[in-house]
């Protein structure tokens, strides 16, 4: 079986004790840190990059010798954990140790342990329909407050649902139940996901989708694997691991087509299109590609706003309107424009933000493509504002990297 990038990289304890190791990590220098596990453990800029939360652009800076330096303490940090990094190694990183449980003899459960499992079951045994219809509702709730006042606003309510779905999960007994817990802890996972792609941190989304698809798998919901996966691939996109990303949502089509509905079907097509058009090259077939999966999309999606069955999945002709806009002003096509505006007229003004922020943005590409430096400015703006308000993480670096080419336009 091929390597992925998703693996974890096998860092062995010599590694870490190597003098050359040693004396990378006193320097707290990131750099010769990633070049070592590099040589010694194989490690790809793409599986630090997954593993230490970077985007893959920065991680090859940072591996260049006299290229970037990392020393903002969170980062740091942040690349001690997600490497696993022994005590020793965080010590001479300049870190503290982890704080663990001392070792304890292996013992016959107490009394109370067992009392507390038992209770635990027992909890898990009185979830009914209507305990099943509060956990959907809260999921529907979160994915509300996201859509309407961005991340930051549901993160914390988020962590608390989805441990409370693992914990009545993991005690609950095979049945219909059960399925159904594991139905709504892939859904909320996935939203959790996406929160965290739009956060700006794609170690903390892939876990999400892993354990959304986790879950989807034991629902044995195909849909909802489907759109886990679909969604994970925006990841890898963001870390530019493009082949990977595009790879991925094409394996999720392949294999989940014959068992989802058609909308979800159309929305994992412009997914592809969306990928292949991020990362188009001049003189390569990427265009035709794209209009293809677009077109595919367009055939696919049915009437109406929604399904009751998909409520993760917002995808009507206005949704596709403005996707497809957002895919072709990378071709520089003249209607993007239209598209987008076609969109933005569907959309009520200010109350989906992070939304709002994405449509300017490409609204502002588009003109900006067009020569119309005054109107892709003024969209700028407001997109900005928007961004800031959702607390949109990806789409405020969409609007500050679009914001540059602009200005070095001008100048």
């Avoid at 070049?35 to 939360?53: E, F, N, P």
């Avoid at 009751?308 to 995808?315: E, K, N, Q, R």
Wanted: hydrophobic content about 45%; proline content about 4%; charged content about 25%.
């Amino acid at each position: 079986m091929s390597e992925r990038a998703s693996d974890p990289i096998i860092i062995p304890d010599s590694l870490w004790r190597r003098p050359e190791m040693t004396e990378a990590l006193k320097a707290r220098d990131v750099g010769w840190l990633f070049r070592l596990l590099r040589q010694y453990a194989g490690a790809s800029q793409t599986k630090i990059a997954i593993m230490c939360g970077l985007a893959q652009g920065k991680v090859s800076q940072i591996m260049k010798p006299g290229g970037s330096k990392v020393t903002a303490f969170e980062v740091i940090e942040r690349i001690a954990d997600g490497l696993d990094m022994p005590d020793h190694a965080r010590i001479n990183f300049g870190l503290a140790p982890r704080r663990r449980k001392p070792d304890v003899p292996a013992a016959s459960p107490a009394p109370e342990d067992r009392a507390a499992l038992i209770e635990r079951l027992c909890t898990a045994k009185a979830v009914d329909a209507e305990v099943i219809a509060v956990l959907r509702n809260e999921t529907e709730n979160i994915r509300l407050l996201d859509r309407r006042l961005g991340n930051v606003a549901a993160a914390e309510r988020m962590k608390a649902h989805i441990r409370q779905l693992e914990t009545t999960l993991r005690y609950s007994l095979p049945g219909k139940v059960r399925r159904c817990l594991a139905c709504i802890l892939a859904d909320s996972s996935a939203l959790a996901g996406w929160q965290a792609v739009d956060a700006g941190n794609p170690a903390a989304a892939w876990d999400h989708f892993e354990r959304a698809k986790h879950a989807a798998r034991e629902a044995e919901d195909c849909a909802l694997l489907a759109f886990a996966q679909g969604e994970q691939a925006y990841v890898l996109f963001d870390l530019e691991q493009y082949v990977d990303a595009r790879e991925l949502v094409s394996d999720a089509y392949a294999n989940y087509s014959k068992f989802i509905p058609a909308r979800l079907r159309a929305w994992l097509k412009m997914v592809e299109a969306e990928i292949v058009a991020g990362c188009a090259l001049p003189g390569r077939r990427d265009e035709e590609l794209c209009r293809k999966s677009i077109d595919k999309a367009m055939r696919l999606l049915p009437v109406g706003d929604g399904d009751a069955d998909l409520p993760f999945v917002v995808l009507n002709a206005a949704h596709l309107a403005r996707w497809r806009g957002n895919c072709l002003v990378h071709f520089g096509d003249a209607e993007a424009i239209d598209d987008l505006k076609s969109a933005f007229s569907a959309m009520e003004p200010g109350v989906y933000a992070r939304a709002e922020a994405g449509l300017r943005c490409d609204l502002a590409s588009a003109l900006f493509a067009q020569g119309e430096i005054v109107e892709a400015r003024t969209e700028i703006d407001a997109a900005a504002q928007l961004a800031k308000r959702a607390g949109s993480v990806r789409q405020q670096r969409r609007i500050d990297q679009l914001a540059a080419r602009v200005t070095l336009t001008v100048l």
